[in-house]
Nanobody, 126 residues
Framework: QAQLVESGGGLVQPGGSLRLSCAAS????????IGWFRQAPGKEREGVLC????????YYSDSVKGRFTFSRDNFKNTMYLQMNSLKPEDTAFYYC???????????????????WGQGTQVTVSS
């Protein structure tokens, strides 16, 4: 069964950087696109971006363009979300997920994701 485990969250000052990890088991990130999501207190979960197996990025949120990017380590079966120039409004619980129906490509909508990690908290504050 597919499983995803996020880590790397924490407290960072505005303008700082943080790298989140999404470790997969039960499937390989070489063959499945990975999406990142976040949920701030009192708000609905929103899509951040998706990385296809060919390293194409689909941004679900315009607010992270130019600040968030990704990397991968196929040997560790892990995807990373690199977050730069962080703002207080980036504070949220961050999740990674995969949409098994879509496999290697990013699904067109965030509702297609069916396997989720447990999330990791990111707090941007001075």
């Amino acid at each position: 069964q597919a499983q995803l485990v996020e880590s790397g969250g924490g407290l960072v000052q505005p303008g700082g950087s943080l790298r989140l990890s999404c470790a997969a088991s039960g499937f390989t990130v070489e063959h499945y696109a990975i999406g990142w999501f976040r949920q701030a207190p009192g708000k609905e979960r929103e899509g951040v971006l998706c990385i296809s197996t060919s390293d194409g990025i689909t941004y679900y949120s315009d607010s992270v363009k130019g600040r968030f990017t990704f990397s991968r380590d196929n040997f560790k079966n892990t995807m990373y979300l690199q977050m730069n120039s962080l703002k207080p409004e980036d504070t949220a619980f961050y999740y990674c997920a995969t949409a098994t129906r879509y496999g290697s490509i990013c699904p067109p909508t965030v509702t297609e994701y069916d396997y989720w990690g447990q999330g990791t908290q990111v707090t941007v504050s001075s």
